[in-house]
C-alpha cells in the first residue's frame, strides 16, 4: 500500500466568508414566474374559458373530467385544476385543447401535449384532437381553482 498524504491549507481569518442571503431574498430576484408564488393574486381566477360548437356541452364535460385524470408529475393537483387548460372546443367530432404549462422549462413540455391529446381521443365521441400549447398569458398560480389552491395549502 502507498502512503497518502494531504496538505492543509490555512485560511485567513482577514478573507470574509460570503454568506447566501436568505431563500426569500434569493426567489425574490428570482426570474419572473415565481412572482405568483411569493404574491399570489387576491382575487379568485375565473374559471377556464370552455367553448363548443352545436349541442357538444355533454362532451366538453366528458373532455374536462378526462383532463381531470392527468396529475402534474411535481404537483399532486390535476392539469384542469391547476388552471394549464385554457379552453376545449369541439365542433363536428373534432376537439381543440389550448393549454399551458407551469414553465416553458417544464420537465413534461416535450410529453404533456400528447398526453392530453391521448386522454381527450380516448373520450368518445371524439374522433380527433389536437392540443395548443400557448405561453401567453402565462400561467400564474391564480388560474387554480380552489380545491387546487386547498391542496396546496395556499387556502
Not at 37 to 60: E, I, K, M, R, W
Request: a negative charge; charged letters at 20%.
Amino acid at each position: 500500500m502507498s502512503e497518502r498524504s494531504f496538505e492543509i491549507e490555512e485560511v485567513s481569518e482577514a478573507a470574509p466568508v460570503a454568506k447566501a442571503p436568505p431563500l426569500r431574498a434569493q426567489l425574490e430576484r428570482s426570474p419572473d414566474y415565481l412572482e405568483g408564488f411569493l404574491n399570489p393574486p387576491a382575487a379568485p381566477a375565473p374559471a377556464p374559458a370552455l367553448a363548443s360548437s352545436g349541442d357538444t356541452g355533454g362532451l366538453v364535460d366528458e373532455v374536462v373530467a378526462a383532463l381531470r385524470q392527468i396529475f402534474d408529475p411535481e404537483i399532486p393537483v390535476n392539469i384542469y385544476d391547476l388552471g394549464l387548460i385554457y379552453n376545449v372546443e369541439i365542433a363536428d367530432g373534432h376537439c381543440v385543447v389550448t393549454m399551458t404549462l407551469t414553465t416553458p422549462h417544464c420537465p413534461v413540455a416535450e410529453t404533456m401535449p400528447g398526453e392530453v391529446e391521448l386522454r381527450v381521443l380516448s373520450v368518445p365521441g371524439v374522433a380527433s384532437a389536437e392540443v395548443n400549447l400557448v405561453w401567453d398569458p402565462a400561467w400564474d398560480p391564480g388560474k387554480m381553482s380552489d380545491e387546487a389552491k386547498l391542496e396546496m395549502g395556499m387556502l
